[in-house]
């Protein structure tokens, strides 16, 4: 166990819809990240947050935003979903602004799945 | 965005037989290179990490080495067993002001028994 938790693991929604999922890093961590796993394309960064703010953008699409909360929690939003956005999406944490001797913690991530 | 070109994509060996999985980089500058050992159902997980300025680096059964001027770095998996069974990742963290992990696309090892 990770100690980095993901809601929910599992959903299903149809296109043009919204969702929202969920993180709650390791306690301390202050850093959150998001990578989006298709088939096709691997592990793909989306964004990371630090203490609050973002700190780095990958490719992340306009239809995607994220937040992290006081708490450190954080949320990703998928809005105006597409097929294509149909992928597991994972959460991952770490201590401080990096991955520090390499290591991401990552929870076991939510399966989106778009109809 | 991959910045790892990985390979093979996806491998078969026999029970006891040595994986190789191999990763090239780009001319950046980095400061570490982690593997991540991903089960079904599962997220990511840090199996070993090597920095450029060692050869080779040796946990059990998991050997990653480097060759810089080749720009490439490899995972081993000595006798290989059923339970090494998943899917790996190759990866790097840049040493700049940028600290977010790039992944490879991935190898999924089945090992056969």
């Known amino acids: 166990d990770s100690g980095v938790t993901q809601t929910p693991k599992h959903l299903i929604t149809a296109t043009g819809q919204r969702v929202t999922l969920r993180c709650s890093p390791r306690s301390g961590d202050l850093s959150v990240y998001w990578y989006q796993q298709s088939l096709d394309q691997g592990l793909q960064f989306l964004i990371q947050?630090?203490?609050?703010?973002?700190?780095a953008k990958g490719n992340i699409l306009e239809r995607f935003s994220a937040q992290q909360f006081p708490d450190l929690h954080s949320e990703l939003n998928l809005s105006s979903l597409e097929l294509g956005d149909s992928a597991l999406y994972f959460c991952?944490?770490?201590?401080?602004?990096?991955?520090?001797?390499?290591?991401?913690?990552f929870g076991e991530g939510s399966r989106l799945t778009v109809l | 965005q991959q910045q790892v070109k990985q390979s093979p994509q996806s491998l078969i060996v026999q029970k006891g037989g040595i994986s190789i999985i191999n990763c090239a980089y780009e001319?950046?500058?980095?400061?570490?290179f982690p593997w991540y050992q991903q089960f079904p159902g599962k997220g990511p997980a840090l199996l070993i990490a090597i920095r450029p300025d060692v050869s080779e680096k040796k946990e059990g059964r998991f050997t990653i080495s480097f060759n810089k001027s080749a720009k490439q770095f490899s995972l081993h998996i000595m006798d290989s067993q059923p339970g090494d069974s998943a899917t790996y990742f190759c990866?790097?963290?840049?040493?700049?002001?940028?600290?977010?992990?790039?992944f490879g696309a991935g190898t999924t090892v089945t090992v056969r028994a």
């Open positions: 991952a944490s770490s201590v401080g602004q990096g991955a520090r001797g390499g290591e991401l913690f």
């Open positions: 947050y630090y203490n609050g703010e973002e700190r």
């Open positions: 001319n950046t500058a980095f400061d570490y």
């Open positions: 990866a790097r963290r840049p040493c700049s002001n940028d600290y977010k992990l790039s």
